[in-house]
């Protein structure tokens, strides 16, 4: 292991299976302890490495892409929070780089597993992927996104939309004035557009244009912000509302048809 | 620098023509500072079309004006900012050298480094043209498929959305330091070549549209089509069919670039 560390940009110590029930089920033989052991050995390595590298330059180089791990969705019956539970443990713990999450194809006909032909949860996939980024480049608590109360991520929307129409109470925030962990948290504006935000406010205030150039969507954002003394949405708006309005202006190659017909209000 | 900047411009009557390199640009930029022509279009000369009422200066390049001009840019802007104006420069696109003047005045005007201000339409838009070069940089850097040819130099040849020759060549330099190559742009009509010491600019003299695939073919390298095959074979077996996502694909290699993909010829 220490071998690959010294050609390797990154190493991977996929633990597949993400719960230990799951383990059990499937692969009895094996023991979950025994597959953390290697993260952990990479983990102290490399930060030892790096801090060998800090006094003697000619130090080996030692995975200095760092590590990541994968595991298999969809196979052993877990919930979006056990996944992303584990997935946030293995950040904090063993300073990985990338957690990879991958819908299970379907090979064998074992009983204890999916059917051969059952479709792989791409979408469920995606939603992982979004949950994951919210954690590494949003600044949220995964806590606040899955919790007893909502265990599984919406399918039909993304979790950060899903937040924000949980906590209607935080909006609308201020573009012009809002601290960056606030602006973060706006459905619609991403990383690139918070500092493209943050860094022109310095220079004068801005208005729905400016975001528009910027390269905001908008009319999702809409909702959740104001700018120059100026809201976008009603008070008097539902939070079912935005979400039909947010869902019928979207186009998604996984949006069901059966999104549910505008209401007038 | 409001926004009503751009309409004066199009009523303008000044007119600089260059010679289509950055120093022209930034020689008539220096034209256009002297004889106080914040206004003027800037344009190149081959591609003019004449406008009536307008007064026409032709622009000499001259590497001293010109480089006035960009040691005042680095006094006020940073490397990376500096480097966006090239990119802009290299885009092609009609509204460059309106950026880019305008860009120029601004930031020369400004106390305080202005790269960061968004809210202004030049900074925004040579932040996003710069961008959007960028982007074709790396793809060039992905998408070029070398062919080795008998004399043991590998010939890649691509049709880029910008003229990103320049951007990627030390990319190429010092990733395959080792073996000579040539990269050709068929849209622009030039190429890199790097003969082991340095990269060259060359244009080669047969009209390579008149080549078919069979003369390609007949000036490989024996082991070439083997290894085309191969290359072919590793994509098909690393393909998960159950995992197939188009829309990502494309987005990812869209069909423009596919031309020249070994992977994707059949």
Not at chain 1, 113 to 120: D, E, F, M, N, Q
Request: with cysteine; net charge positive.
């Amino acid at each position: 292991m220490y071998e690959a560390g010294l050609y390797a940009d990154r190493l991977s110590v996929n633990i597949e299976i993400p719960t230990e029930q799951g383990l059990k089920l499937l692969a009895p033989e094996k023991n979950r302890a025994d597959m953390i052991k290697p993260m952990n050995y990479l983990t102290n390595k490399i930060i030892e490495i790096k801090e060998e590298k800090k006094v003697f330059k000619k130090a080996p180089v030692f995975a200095p892409a760092g590590q990541s791990t994968q595991m298999v969705i969809g196979a052993s019956g877990e919930s979006d929070k056990d996944i992303m539970y584990i997935a946030n443990a293995f950040y904090n713990k063993f300073n990985l780089r990338r957690v990879y999450y991958s819908g299970y194809v379907p090979i064998s006909s074992d009983q204890r597993l999916p059917a051969i032909g059952a479709s792989v949860p791409f979408l469920r996939e995606n939603r992982l992927y979004q949950t994951d980024w919210l954690l590494r480049f949003y600044e949220f608590d995964v806590k606040e996104i899955l919790n007893e109360q909502h265990p599984q991520l919406d399918l039909d929307i993304d979790p950060k939309l899903g937040w924000a129409l949980r906590n209607m109470s935080v909006f609308p925030i201020d573009i012009n004035k809002a601290d960056r962990h606030l602006m973060l948290r706006i459905p619609g504006i991403g990383t690139q557009s918070v500092d493209k935000i943050c860094a022109a406010r310095k220079f004068g205030r801005l208005n729905e244009e400016h975001l528009r150039k910027m390269g905001v969507a908008f009319n999702r954002a809409k909702y959740f912000i104001s700018c120059d003394r100026q809201t976008f949405k009603s008070n008097d708006i539902s939070e079912n509302h935005i979400k039909k309005y947010v869902l019928a202006e979207s186009t998604s190659k996984y949006r069901k048809s059966n999104v549910g017909q505008l209401t007038l209000f | 620098m409001n926004h009503s900047s751009s309409i004066v411009s199009k009523f303008s009557s000044v007119i600089y023509l260059y010679d289509n390199t950055f120093e022209g640009l930034l020689t008539s930029i220096y034209e256009g500072y002297v004889q106080k022509n914040f206004q003027a279009i800037i344009t190149i000369k081959e591609a003019y079309i004449p406008l009536m009422f307008a007064d026409i200066f032709t622009i000499e390049t001259n590497a001293d004006k010109a480089s006035r001009v960009w040691k005042g840019l680095v006094k006020k802007l940073s490397p990376g900012e500096r480097n966006l104006l090239v990119k802009c420069f290299l885009s092609e696109l009609p509204q460059r050298e309106e950026i880019i003047f305008q860009y120029v005045q601004y930031a020369l005007s400004s106390t305080i480094n202005i790269g960061s201000n968004y809210g202004n339409k030049y900074v925004l838009e040579l932040a996003q043209i710069g961008k959007m070069v960028g982007r074709e940089k790396h793809r060039m850097e992905a998408f070029v498929r070398f062919q080795k040819l008998k004399d043991e130099t590998y010939y890649a040849v691509v049709e880029p959305d910008f003229d990103v020759l320049p951007l990627i060549s030390s990319h190429f330099k010092g990733r395959y330091a080792d073996q000579k190559w040539i990269i050709y742009d068929l849209k622009r009509k030039y190429g890199i070549a790097y003969d082991l010491e340095k990269v060259n600019q060359i244009k080669l003299d047969f009209e390579l549209e008149t080549i078919d695939a069979d003369n390609v073919v007949a000036a490989y390298d024996i082991e070439e089509v083997l290894y085309q095959t191969l290359w072919k074979a590793y994509f098909n077996s690393v393909n998960i069919k159950e995992r197939k996502n188009m829309k990502l694909h494309l987005r990812s290699m869209p069909r423009r670039y596919w031309k020249y993909l070994t992977e994707k010829m059949l």
